[in-house]
């Protein structure tokens, strides 16, 4: 399970401009899923320059106070958040249900799209980059990178390292173990 907390986004001169919570992921991801007013700041400072605060916190309910009271402390204190609510509302976890999926999908099996489909798809793909086939150099040095690394797990949590550099606590291997009782 990935570490949940609050994060914060600040412009380069360490002003803060939005409270969130969620993932480290979550708190890396700039633009997608944003507010017109946050991916303006993000485009004027540049994404490089933006900088991300993450707290770890021990639950989700925790972090959800955090946020909520990060976003009121920040507000009385004179600092324009682009934060639309007060916080503490966010979903966690959200999945499609397993009947809506194979819903779409069988609309979708056996259809053959346009012309016009093709020819606006073939548009809006314009201009984007391929992924470019790696070099055999860039495979060796690749490979060379990762000679002698091992997965190792803690039942939580998995790294790769070199052999006898993991953390302590930790296992070879890269699925968590869990330990029956023997009956």
């Given at each position: 399970?990935?570490?949940?907390?609050?994060?914060?986004?600040?412009?380069?001169?360490?002003?803060?401009?939005?409270?969130?919570?969620?993932?480290?992921?979550?708190?890396?991801?700039?633009?997608?899923?944003?507010?017109?007013?946050?991916?303006?700041?993000?485009?004027?400072?540049?994404?490089?320059?933006?900088?991300?605060?993450?707290?770890?916190?021990?639950?989700?309910?925790?972090?959800?106070?955090?946020?909520?009271?990060?976003?009121?402390?920040?507000?009385?204190?004179?600092?324009?958040?682009?934060?639309?609510?007060?916080?503490?509302?966010?979903?966690?976890?959200?999945?499609?249900?397993?009947?809506?999926?194979?819903?779409?999908?069988?609309?979708?099996?056996?259809?053959?799209?346009?012309?016009?489909?093709?020819?606006?798809?073939?548009?809006?793909?314009?201009?984007?980059?391929?992924?470019?086939?790696?070099?055999?150099?860039?495979?060796?040095?690749?490979?060379?990178?990762?000679?002698?690394?091992?997965?190792?797990?803690?039942?939580?949590?998995?790294?790769?390292?070199?052999?006898?550099?993991?953390?302590?606590?930790?296992?070879?291997?890269?699925?968590?173990?869990?330990f029956c009782k023997e009956k």
């Amino acid at each position: 399970m990935s570490k949940v907390g609050a994060y914060l986004h600040s412009k380069p001169d360490g002003t803060p401009f939005y409270v969130g919570k969620g993932t480290v992921k979550r708190s890396r991801e700039l633009l997608s899923g944003r507010n017109k007013w946050h991916q303006n700041i993000v485009s004027k400072n540049g994404r490089e320059n933006i900088v991300i605060t993450f707290m770890e916190c021990s639950t989700e309910n925790f972090a959800f106070e955090l946020e909520k009271g990060l976003i009121k402390t920040f507000r009385n204190n004179g600092y324009q958040l682009c934060n639309i609510k007060a916080g503490g509302e966010g979903e966690s976890g959200w999945k499609v249900d397993r009947a809506i999926v194979e819903r779409v999908a069988s609309k979708n099996r056996g259809r053959v799209q346009s012309p016009e489909e093709r020819a606006r798809r073939s548009v809006a793909l314009k201009g984007k980059k391929k992924l470019v086939p790696r070099s055999d150099e860039h495979k060796r040095k690749l490979g060379m990178n990762s000679k002698g690394k091992r997965w190792y797990n803690n039942g939580q949590n998995i790294v790769f390292c070199l052999e006898g550099m993991q953390p302590e606590g930790y296992i070879l291997g890269r699925q968590s173990r869990t330990f029956c009782k023997e009956k």
